[in-house]
Protein backbone atom coordinates (compact mmCIF):
# COMPACT_ATOMS: atom_id res chain seq x y z
CA UNK A 1 0.00 0.00 0.00
CA UNK A 2 1.39 3.15 -0.97
CA UNK A 3 1.05 6.48 1.18
CA UNK A 4 -1.27 9.27 -0.15
CA UNK A 5 0.61 12.76 -0.75
CA UNK A 6 -1.73 14.29 2.45
CA UNK A 7 -0.11 11.46 4.81
CA UNK A 8 3.32 12.11 3.38
CA UNK A 9 2.96 15.91 3.95
CA UNK A 10 2.05 15.14 7.68
CA UNK A 11 4.90 12.84 8.65
CA UNK A 12 7.25 15.52 7.07
CA UNK A 13 5.55 17.77 9.19
CA UNK A 14 5.94 16.16 12.38
CA UNK A 15 9.12 14.90 11.47
CA UNK A 16 10.35 18.67 11.36
CA UNK A 17 9.38 19.21 14.46
CA UNK A 18 11.27 16.36 16.15
CA UNK A 19 14.34 17.73 14.45
CA UNK A 20 13.63 21.19 15.73
CA UNK A 21 13.39 19.81 19.31
CA UNK A 22 16.42 17.81 19.31
CA UNK A 23 17.52 20.76 20.76
CA UNK A 24 18.27 21.07 24.44
CA UNK A 25 17.31 24.76 24.61
CA UNK A 26 14.09 24.48 21.81
CA UNK A 27 12.72 22.33 23.68
CA UNK A 28 12.61 23.74 27.07
CA UNK A 29 11.52 26.59 25.20
CA UNK A 30 8.39 24.99 24.03
CA UNK A 31 7.93 23.12 27.15
CA UNK A 32 7.96 26.39 28.87
CA UNK A 33 5.68 28.37 26.35
CA UNK A 34 3.03 24.73 27.17
CA UNK A 35 1.47 27.32 30.38
CA UNK A 36 1.03 30.16 27.51
CA UNK A 37 2.46 33.10 26.04
CA UNK A 38 5.95 34.71 27.64
CA UNK A 39 7.86 37.11 26.73
CA UNK A 40 11.68 36.60 25.98
CA UNK A 41 13.01 37.94 28.99
CA UNK A 42 10.63 35.34 30.72
CA UNK A 43 11.93 32.57 28.53
CA UNK A 44 15.46 33.90 29.03
CA UNK A 45 15.39 34.46 32.94
CA UNK A 46 13.77 30.79 33.03
CA UNK A 47 15.78 28.84 30.51
CA UNK A 48 19.27 30.25 31.74
CA UNK A 49 20.93 31.80 28.71
CA UNK A 50 21.47 34.95 27.15
CA UNK A 51 19.32 37.17 25.61
CA UNK A 52 20.77 36.58 21.57
CA UNK A 53 20.89 32.37 22.16
CA UNK A 54 16.76 32.83 23.34
CA UNK A 55 16.33 34.77 20.10
CA UNK A 56 17.94 32.63 17.82
CA UNK A 57 16.38 29.88 18.77
CA UNK A 58 12.53 31.87 19.25
CA UNK A 59 13.24 33.23 15.46
CA UNK A 60 13.79 29.37 14.29
CA UNK A 61 10.51 28.14 15.89
CA UNK A 62 8.55 30.59 14.62
CA UNK A 63 10.25 30.70 10.94
CA UNK A 64 9.14 26.87 11.18
CA UNK A 65 5.26 27.76 12.59
CA UNK A 66 6.16 26.04 15.70
CA UNK A 67 6.04 29.60 17.57
CA UNK A 68 3.89 32.46 16.69
CA UNK A 69 4.76 35.92 17.65
CA UNK A 70 2.89 39.05 19.30
CA UNK A 71 3.97 42.34 19.78
CA UNK A 72 2.71 44.65 22.86
CA UNK A 73 4.39 47.44 23.34
CA UNK A 74 7.91 46.99 23.29
CA UNK A 75 7.46 43.71 24.23
CA UNK A 76 7.43 40.49 22.00
CA UNK A 77 5.17 37.57 23.07
CA UNK A 78 5.48 33.96 21.70
CA UNK A 79 3.38 31.36 22.19
CA UNK A 80 3.23 27.51 20.60
CA UNK A 81 1.15 27.83 16.95
CA UNK A 82 -1.06 25.29 16.85
CA UNK A 83 -3.52 22.89 19.34
CA UNK A 84 -1.60 19.89 17.40
CA UNK A 85 1.76 21.37 18.30
CA UNK A 86 0.95 21.96 22.00
CA UNK A 87 -0.92 18.46 22.84
CA UNK A 88 2.10 16.66 21.28
CA UNK A 89 4.59 18.64 22.96
CA UNK A 90 2.40 17.73 26.37
CA UNK A 91 2.17 14.43 25.68
CA UNK A 92 5.86 13.85 25.15
CA UNK A 93 6.76 16.43 28.09
CA UNK A 94 4.30 13.76 30.22
CA UNK A 95 5.91 11.08 29.26
CA UNK A 96 10.03 11.88 29.42
CA UNK A 97 10.23 15.74 31.56
CA UNK A 98 7.55 15.29 33.57
CA UNK A 99 9.73 16.13 36.07
CA UNK A 100 10.77 19.34 34.34
CA UNK A 101 9.73 22.48 36.65
CA UNK A 102 9.56 26.11 35.43
CA UNK A 103 10.92 28.69 38.25
CA UNK A 104 7.95 31.25 37.47
Known sequence: MR????????AAFVSDIFSL?????RLLIV???LDG????SEIMNCIGTTKGNISQHLNLLERSKVLISDKIGNKVYYEIADNKIKKLISY?????????RFNK
Do not use: D, H, P
Open 3 to 10: MNKENLKS
Open 21 to 25: LSSRT
Open 37 to 40: KKNV
Open 92 to 100: VKKLYCAEI
Open 31 to 33: CFL
